[in-house]
């Protein structure tokens, strides 16, 4: 299988920092991607990490070690809009390519 | 350029009952995939269309569901019959290159009782 592993909740303060880690199976993968996923909606298109290292996009950092099968979403400056669920997916290659997420963790921004 | 379109938004039927999904992906977008997605889970990769030919079908209950992308653009998803946990939301994502970021549309949620 394919596993990858996110906590499945947490709650942090308005204003804060928060770190959601991911880990996976590494045989195989050809790039991780987050996406955000407010409630009720489709998911949609954060940071997609393919070498190791941090890319950085406003508010948002994506994190990744190939090596280690790991990965976190850092998250400056919560604000309340924040409040949704965020998902790690992962991409296995070969002939197929295919797109693996995780179970998701959702992140309460509390005042 | 217009997104991943799906209908219906909505569906509730009862168990046994059949349905079917329809989507439109972004033009141009050769790769297409339909995930499940239960609440409070992850989406689950259903199936994924490379144009009009299956690439991965190995999670599909092939018993009660099955899917076909005719010509390469629109595809549907159909569920015969229905069962009660079949009850989530059927999401629609395409992507005009092999690992590139996926498009998603907004989903049909279905709920069986």
């Known amino acids: 299988g394919q596993n990858i592993d996110q906590p499945t909740e947490m709650t942090a303060t308005e204003g804060a920092i928060v770190q959601i880690n991911c880990t996976y199976q590494?045989?195989?993968?050809?790039?991780l991607f987050w996406y955000q996923q407010h409630a009720g909606e489709a998911p949609t298109f954060l940071s997609y990490?393919?070498?190791?290292g941090l890319e950085e996009k406003g508010r948002f950092s994506s994190f990744l070690s190939r090596s280690k099968g790991y990965s976190y979403l850092l998250l400056k400056e919560l604000q309340m809009k924040d409040s949704a669920s965020y998902l790690c997916?992962?991409?296995?290659?070969?002939?197929?390519?295919?797109?693996?997420f995780g179970t998701g963790t959702l992140l309460a921004v509390q005042p | 350029e217009a997104g991943v379109a799906q209908s219906p938004r909505y569906k509730i039927i009862e168990k046994r009952q059949s349905v079917a999904f329809w989507c439109n992906p972004i033009?141009?977008?050769?790769?297409l995939y339909w995930y499940q997605q239960i609440l409070g889970q992850g989406p689950k990769l259903l199936i994924q269309?490379?144009?009009?030919?299956?690439?991965?079908d190995s999670q599909l209950p092939k018993d009660r569901f099955s899917a076909e992308r005719l010509k390469g653009v629109d595809s549907t998803l159909k569920i015969q019959p229905a069962k009660l946990e079949d009850s989530a939301v059927y999401l629609c994502?395409?992507?005009?290159?092999?690992?590139?970021?996926?498009?998603f549309g907004e989903g049909s949620r279905l709920t069986v009782l």
């Open positions: 994502a395409s992507t005009s290159t092999r690992g590139g970021e996926l498009f």
């Open positions: 590494t045989s195989g993968f050809n790039g």
């Open positions: 990490n393919v070498l190791d």
């Open positions: 997916a992962v991409y296995y290659g070969g002939a197929t390519n295919k797109l693996i």
């Open positions: 033009s141009g977008h050769a790769t």
């Open positions: 269309f490379q144009n009009n030919g299956v690439v991965d």
